[in-house]
């Protein structure tokens, strides 16, 4: 405990008061304490210490929060005197009472300085005397006001005072691709500039033969279009060995293909195609007797050809729908695209697909969801029904082929679904299929097979190529058969479209990504049967294709507006 107490350095200052009663203690505990006073008897002092001691005065020393932190964690102290100093009987700490005591010796010191007696010295000891405002005021010049600035600009005037000539209006922005004109349009007046009156006058009277020669109707069409006996595999031995030229790829629209079909002749090749701005291009395919172009292109469009058919009750009618909401016909003997079906411009509703009732009807699928049923007979552009199905944009419609009350729909929002049109509610009114299946994304197509309707092949981009059984429509469609395809073809390609073989049932075509490119033939069991390929003259993605109806012929198109005939 001396130990301990030694450590502090006390030190006792002895001095005698005026009366020689009492003497001063001062007291410090450590370096930098505050120096505490205290009257002490002068006689216990004078018992205690017989020198005599000369007083020192000094100034108090000013110390930081942080100093005294610093000198209270590195102070030794005894047991006791910390058990004592934890809480007093105000229940203030030690350290608390020194940091008070801190900021008031520093309070004082500051107030031993004096500054704020010299500050009030400095200040003036009088104010400021008024000056007096008796006598003659002074005379204040009455203020013009001047003239308010004005913008010459906003005048429309130039610095003399001139007017200027008046700011010509903008014209209001032309639409890129307008919609053509309503009403028949003569296809010499369609004619692309490449193409020239003379090809033009000897491709239509080559058409207008094979017309005269052909059939113009469905059922002498079926005739020839009737299912084979032959088996599959008997059928694949003499279709797996056609061959692609180079005199059978030819350019024959200027842009991306979205459509395609063949014209049921048996006599020559007539190919079609329709591209990303409305042009439709004819393609009469050249023979071994001759190697000349053949290639005509029209423009009865302004927007994308997204189907294009012919009729199966008359083959020289050519249906052609587009995103630019317009449905026509090319008359091949009257030589004109006549109008059938217009949307509204102002409702910018767009035609995706369409597929035959009969001779004269149709159903056509609209971007908003809604199927059109369309009749030739009837005059004017309008539909005679809108049937509200999906709350998604349409891709495809097809008709059943023995049932036509029955029609199939593939739409974006996943659904292939089947309807009977005998029942459904016009009025913007919400219709419920007879049967649904869902994908896990967008369906981009959906058919009937051709014959008996007993399948639907449909793609979707899910990767998945389906065959679904509908030998029975009113009940629920079920998974015949499905495997994996790869129909991510991206953006600048136009989506896989698997399509069935015209007269069977047991095999369809699809493009594909694998390379070298080509497209690939498979039964109605997924099984793969063929593939079609030519290192040295197909070297694109055929995103579409089409299968002559009664001869082995093969046709794939690209997305720079080229077919391939393998033959």
């Given amino acids: 405990m001396s130990t301990t107490r030694s450590t502090r350095a006390k030190r006792t ?4 008061d005026g009366d020689g009663n009492t003497s001063l203690k001062r007291k410090r505990s450590g370096k930098g304490d505050a120096i505490k006073e205290e009257k002490i008897p002068l006689q216990e002092v004078e018992s205690n210490q017989q020198t005599t001691c000369t007083v020192i005065k000094k100034e108090p020393t000013i110390l930081t929060d942080q100093q005294q932190v610093v000198k209270a964690q590195t102070e030794p102290t005894s047991q006791s005197s910390d058990e004592e100093d934890l809480h007093d009987e105000d229940g203030i700490s030690t350290y608390e009472k020194r940091r008070l005591k801190n900021i008031k010796d520093n309070a004082d010191f500051f107030s031993s300085l004096g500054i704020s007696e010299m500050k009030n010295e400095l200040k003036p000891s009088t104010a400021k005397l008024k000056a007096s405002s008796r006598g003659l005021k002074k005379e204040k010049a009455p203020r013009v006001p001047l003239p308010r600035r004005i913008s010459l600009r906003l005048l429309r005037v130039d610095p003399s005072g001139n007017s200027l000539p008046p700011v010509p209006l903008l014209p209001e922005p032309l639409e890129e691709h307008p919609r053509k004109p309503s009403g028949p349009l003569e296809m010499r007046k369609s004619l692309l500039k490449e193409g020239s009156l003379e090809d033009h006058n000897d491709l239509m009277a080559k058409l207008k033969g094979l017309v005269q020669k052909g059939t113009n109707s469905k059922e002498d069409s079926s005739k020839k279009t009737t299912a084979s006996t032959r088996t599959t595999e008997q059928f694949m031995k003499g279709f797996s060995k056609m061959r692609l030229v180079a005199e059978r790829v030819a350019k024959v629209v200027p842009n991306r293909v979205f459509s395609l079909d063949i014209h049921p002749s048996e006599d020559r090749v007539l190919v079609v195609a329709g591209d990303k701005w409305g042009a439709v291009g004819l393609w009469d395919v050249p023979g071994r007797e001759h190697l000349t172009d053949g290639v005509l292109t029209y423009t009865p469009h302004s927007r994308p050809v997204n ?76 539909a005679e029904h809108e049937y509200n199905l999906h ?48 994908h896990a994304k967008g369906v ?49 390609l136009t989506g896989f479209r698997a399509s069935w073989h015209p007269r069977r049932e047991d095999l369809f075509v699809v493009g ?31 995103s579409l294709n089409a ?19 393998f033959m």
């Fill in 444 to 492: 981009s197509s959906a058919y009937f097979s051709p014959l008996t309707g007993k399948y639907i092949l449909a793609t979707s981009m899910d990767n998945k190529i389906s065959v679904f059984d509908s030998s029975a429509p009113e009940k629920s469609l079920t998974t015949f058969k499905s495997f994996k395809h790869d129909n991510h073809v991206g953006r600048w």
């Fill in 512 to 542: 594909s990504m694998k390379r070298p490119r080509q497209i690939e033939v498979y039964s109605n069991t997924c099984e793969d049967l063929a593939t079609f390929y030519d290192p040295d003259n197909l070297g694109s993605v055929c």
């Fill in 13 to 16: 200052l002895n001095r005698t």
């Fill in 391 to 438: 709350f998604k944009s349409l891709r495809t419609v097809s008709v059943h082929p023995v049932h036509t009350h029955i029609f199939a729909t593939a739409s974006n929002d996943g659904t292939v679904s089947l309807w009977d049109h005998r029942k459904l509610k016009v009025g913007g009114k919400k219709n419920d299929p007879i049967s649904c299946v869902q």
């Fill in 307 to 382: 189907c294009l058919r012919f009729s199966p009750w008359n083959s020289s009618h050519l249906y052609s729908n587009s995103y630019d909401g317009t449905l026509r016909v090319g008359d091949l003997q009257k030589e004109i695209f006549d109008e059938v079906y217009a949307t509204s411009e102002d409702d910018y509703n767009l035609l995706k697909n369409f597929d035959f009732l009969s001779a004269s009807s149709l159903l056509v699928s609209q971007q908003d969801g809604t199927v059109a049923l369309v009749d030739r007979r009837t005059k004017g552009v309008e």
């Fill in 547 to 565: 299968i002559h109806p009664t001869r082995n012929i093969l046709v794939g198109a690209n997305s720079s507006g080229r077919l391939h005939v």
